[in-house]
């Protein structure tokens, strides 16, 4: 089972943590990211109507890497990740509401991962929260 892990390099440790395990954010994110290689899966068709109809920039929500360091290349993309947190949180913020609006399209292509709406609402929470202190944010991934 993946697992998915929110760094931030703000002083203080983030006080907001997952509310439950948060592997479908590997899923969401990973599918979003494959949308540019025609990935059909319901979690990619989401990031397409996110995208497209709602038009959010989810560029920092796809900003993620594998923390499995084998060669150089990892070590500097693992670096390359790290982002400011506001328009992460922006982006999450837009995701989270859009999820919540109730359209019949989304809740179908959420239905089968009932907890992703749940871990984004915990990932925003964290966003917002290093957002507020100016910090930089990372998201990595361990499968």
């Known amino acids: 089972m993946p697992s998915f892990f929110f760094e ?6 983030c006080p907001v943590a997952f509310g439950a395990d948060a592997a479908v ?3 969401f994110l990973s599918l979003a990211f494959s949308v540019r290689y025609g990935s059909q899966h319901e979690l990619s068709r989401l990031a397409l109507l996110l995208r497209g109809e709602y038009k959010i920039d989810l560029g920092p929500l796809i900003t993620f890497a594998d923390r499995d360091v084998e060669v150089e290349a990892d070590a500097i ?3 390359r990740v790290w982002q400011d947190a506001p328009p992460l949180a922006a982006a999450l913020d837009r995701v989270v509401a859009a999820l919540e609006a109730g359209d019949e399209r989304v809740t179908a292509l959420i239905a089968e991962f009932p907890d992703l709406l749940a871990r984004l609402r915990d990932l925003h929470r964290m966003t917002a ?7 930089r944010v990372r998201m990595t991934f361990e499968l």
């Open 77 to 79: 993309e693992l670096e």
């Open 129 to 135: 929260w290093a957002a507020e202190r100016g910090a």
């Open 25 to 27: 954010l590997v899923y």
């Open 8 to 13: 931030t390099d703000a002083v203080d440790p």
